[in-house]
């Protein structure tokens, strides 16, 4: 069965099995976390973990009810664009299973903003934040606007935003990553939102590419501090394919597309470090990229994240993935001789001081 397939198939069952009534509550009751070493507020918002589901999998905010269930923290749902767009064509999405690691280059296929928006509007127990993109048809230089129409319909529903200037498959995206084109596309964004929420502070983060180079980082850092934005996710998948013990014709054969998975994992370490050297506990860090055990999370955490998030491992590792990194982590909280997680953020930072 392809990998776009079989991950089609899982959203369906889950998207049924959900609808089910009990059908949530039994999840929860297998799977879900709740643990008082591991609750930590974050954002303005009370979680329940600090393991989240990363972009890309419940893209149409479809089934985050479920994924919230089977023990995440949170959930981002999307990317989104302010159209409704199919795509790139398949296939559009890979295994290395040699490499635990996947190769996608999807191009933001969803229903749009104001789909997304309607399926957020019901009342919920998990935690979601929306993740924004540019729709492809849209030219860079008109990007504020798409990206504002996002925000406004998505900002009244959802708990956190996040601007994705990061993806490596809508063509030029990653330009908005440089600050002159950055800094407009901030501001745009926070106004829709506080136009589009008022009175209702709703974060925003960023997240960025795990390609960028240590001064673009740097200018990032100073930037998402000067315009005071909430967060930093960090990292999206990369365009670079080192590291992979599968044979280079192979991956050389699929095509383009960003790479995820456990090859990802250094790299995108290195740049959680690098942004939190620069930015201290002034803005929250939200590690993605190759995390696939609770020790793979601590590392993360005590480098500096507040939050980790998760895709990949879970395609390798199936649905008890959330808990067991939840119940590592905990075990890992009390060695340290904390009482919560919040205590270990930044550790490292600490220690070396
Ligand atoms: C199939 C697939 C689709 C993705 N789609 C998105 C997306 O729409 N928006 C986004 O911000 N990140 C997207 N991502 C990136 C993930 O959110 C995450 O940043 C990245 O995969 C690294 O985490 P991982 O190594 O745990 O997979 C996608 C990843 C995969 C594998």
Redesign the pocket.
Known sequence: MSAETA?RLTLASLRLFSLLPGALGLLRSIFGVSDPRLRLRALGLDLSSPVGL????D?DAEVFEAFGALGFGFV?I??VTARAQPGNPRPR?FRLPRDRA?I?R?G?NNHGAEAAARRLSRPRKTIVGA?I?RSKVTPNEAAVADYVASAEALAPRADYM?I?V??PNTPSLRELQAIEQLRPLISGVQAAIKRAAPGRAVPLLL?VAPDLHDADLDAIAELSLELNIDGI?A???TIGRDGLTTPRAEVDALGSG?L??AP?RER?LRVLKRLRAKVGSRLVLVA????ETAEDAWQRICAGATLV?????LVYDGPSLPRRIARGLAERVERAGFSSISAAVGRDGRESS
Request: no cysteine.
């Open positions: 991950h990363a972009a890309g999998l893209k981002e999307g990317t999405l996947l996608n999807m933001f993740n993109g996040v994705n990061s993806s997240k996710i990292t999206n998948t960003g995820s998975g990802l995108s993605a990229g190759g995390i998030q998760i895709y990949s491992a």
